[in-house]
């Protein structure tokens, strides 16, 4: 069974710093592309970032380039969101999710989710 | 800034079909960007239910189907259960991002 257990949100102030984790189990963590998606208080869905497998192709929604990062441990099978900079329009709820397998041919995006992580960003 | 639209909220009766649409502000949506649908309910992360247009996940109900529709994607489900109440979101692709729709909220009534 899929697995994947997002940890690290909470209370901060503008302009702080926050690293997300997300452990995941149950797939081959290594064959597929994974990705944060966030989602504010009664509102839609946002992608925020996705990285694959080995960690040599990135890719940022623009309002958060520059300041999330998204990274991979490959031997512990944890998927990282590194966000700096905070601002308030970053409180959200963050998901964790499989992003595509493989070559991502046959386009099956964010297959599996975790069930979120509550960053809130006030002072 | 692409902006996915859907409609903010539908009503459909137990039993009836209804239909949920997913426009793109660049113009037409095709296959090319391969749209996705995912179902989430109250409290809960989104589930995934069609891939690259019309592709159903094992888990998918046959009930659900996916199109596309004059220039939009669309989900129709068939048979509406209770069950199906919930919010409902389309992804699209667009070369290096993705966006999702602002959802659709089903009320089953």
């Known amino acids: 069974e899929v697995q994947l257990v997002e940890s690290g949100g909470k209370l901060i102030q503008p302009g702080g710093s926050l690293r997300l984790s997300c452990a995941a189990s149950?797939?081959?963590?290594?064959?597929?592309?994974m990705a944060w998606v966030r989602q504010a208080p009664g509102k839609g869905l946002e992608w925020v970032a996705n990285?694959?497998?080995?960690?040599?192709?990135?890719y940022y929604v623009n309002s958060v380039a520059g300041r999330f990062t998204i990274s991979r441990d490959y031997a512990k099978t944890l998927l990282f969101l590194q966000m700096n900079s905070l601002r308030v329009e970053d409180t959200a709820v963050y998901y964790c999710?499989?992003?595509?397998?493989?070559?991502?041919?046959?386009?099956?995006?964010?297959?599996?989710w975790g069930q979120g992580t509550l960053v809130i960003v006030s002072s | 800034q692409t902006v996915v639209t859907q409609e903010p909220s539908l009503t459909v009766s137990p039993g009836g079909t209804v239909t949920l649409t997913c426009a793109s502000s660049?113009?037409?949506?095709?296959?090319?960007?391969?749209p996705n649908w995912f179902q989430q309910k109250p409290g809960q992360a989104p589930r995934a239910l069609i891939y690259?247009?019309?592709q159903k996940h094992p888990w998918t109900p046959a009930r659900f189907s996916g199109s596309l529709l004059g220039g939009k994607a669309a989900l129709t489900l068939s048979g509406v259960q209770p069950e199906d109440e919930a919010a409902y979101h389309c992804?699209?692709?667009?070369?290096?991002?993705?966006?999702f729709g602002g959802g659709t909220k089903l009320t089953v009534l």
């Open positions: 999710a499989t992003f595509c397998g493989g070559d991502c041919r046959s386009r099956e995006y964010f297959q599996h």
């Open positions: 149950g797939f081959g963590f290594h064959d597929y592309w």
């Open positions: 990285i694959k497998q080995d960690g040599s192709e990135k």
């Open positions: 660049t113009g037409v949506v095709t296959s090319g960007h391969y």
């Open positions: 690259s247009t019309t």
């Open positions: 992804l699209v692709y667009y070369g290096g991002t993705w966006v």
